[in-house]
């Protein structure tokens, strides 16, 4: 079992910057994928971003290509989602997602309560 708590959400202006954090606690000895995933209202979710264990590899969404940034601190158990050039559209509930695998693609199989995250025009 793998818990996931997310943090720095806000309200920031649309050209702004935020960045998220997800610590992860329990199944931490064992190795696994992370990624970020993100709901707007009345959407489904989507992928955002994911990261291997190593953090050799990683995979984004088009619509975040070059403006967001996935990394990870394994000594720290986090992984952080650096959001730049932020537009109105990437306002959402962001989420934290651990995969079953160390590499990608993966299943995740554990997920935290997720973060707001508003842009404003």
């Known amino acids: 079992q793998v818990q996931l708590v997310e943090s720095g959400g806000g309200l920031v202006q649309a050209g702004g910057s935020l960045r998220l954090s997800c610590a992860a606690s329990?199944?931490?000895?064992?190795?696994?994928?992370m990624a970020w995933f993100r709901q707007a209202p009345g959407k489904e979710r989507e992928f955002v971003a994911a990261i291997s264990w190593t953090g050799d590899y990683t995979n984004y969404a088009d619509s975040v290509k070059g403006r967001f940034t996935i990394s990870r601190d394994n000594n720290k158990n986090t992984v952080a989602l650096q959001m730049n050039s932020l537009k109105p559209e990437d306002t959402a509930v962001y989420y934290c997602?651990?995969?079953?695998?160390?590499?990608?693609?993966?299943?995740?199989?554990?997920w935290g309560q997720g973060t707001q995250v508003t842009v404003s025009s």
């Open positions: 997602a651990a995969g079953r695998l160390p590499i990608l693609p993966t299943p995740y199989d554990y």
């Open positions: 329990g199944r931490t000895f064992s190795p696994y994928a």
